[in-house]
């Protein structure tokens, strides 16, 4: 997908989830943010925030406590509809850029957040992208993973498992589930290695 010039089917998908019936989707995305083991205290990287489907769930609960939420996407076009979703979220800073070379301090982050992103990085800098969001998380602290197994270009399970922990992170656990629209997914929860 050319995330600068998104097809019609993402754009209309998109602006689906801002109507009523987008309503009846976002239980996907709200109820696994929601049981993710956050205590709402937390500063949060959002890897490949897109439009801000996810963000706006995240933000919520992270503003319980004060935490924080910083998006990352490559592209402009993604961040421009980002902020716009986004606006009334005081707790949410959305940059455009390539997390391995945008100004962004190492171990300040508690967690990290990727939503249905890896599968789009090129293979070529994949690697180097995974380690470079482990640099910016604190030793010991979560990256919260959820991608697809079957649609959307999705990679082997082990193929993630593999890059992940070439990339200095350990798996906690993980689960295989199914949910509508978005298919078999692949939910899992790795640690950033204490080396």
């Not at 390539?98 to 962004?104: K, P």
């Amino acid at each position: 997908m050319d995330f600068e010039n998104p097809d019609r089917m993402y754009l209309l998908f998109d602006a689906l989830l801002n109507t009523r019936l987008g309503s009846m989707i976002l239980p996907i995305y709200r109820n696994y943010i929601r049981n993710l083991d956050l205590a709402g205290d937390e500063r949060v990287l959002e890897l490949g925030s897109g439009s801000g489907i996810a963000t706006r769930h995240l933000a919520g609960v992270l503003r319980k406590r004060g935490g924080r939420v910083l998006c990352l996407d490559p592209s402009k076009t993604m961040t421009d509809m980002a902020r716009k979703r986004m606006r009334k979220h005081s707790n949410v800073e959305i940059r455009t850029g390539d997390i391995r070379t945008l100004d962004i301090e190492d171990g300040a982050y508690d967690a990290a957040f990727v939503h249905f992103t890896l599968h789009d990085i090129d293979e070529e800098i994949r690697l180097e992208t995974v380690m470079a969001l482990c640099r910016k998380i604190k030793p010991g602290g979560k990256m919260f993973l959820r991608e697809p197994t079957v649609k959307f270009g999705a990679m082997p399970v082990e193929a993630m498992r593999d890059i992940l922990t070439r990339g200095g992170f350990i798996e906690e656990s993980h689960r295989l589930i199914s949910a509508p629209l978005l298919g078999p997914m692949y939910e899992a929860v790795y640690l950033k290695s204490p080396g």
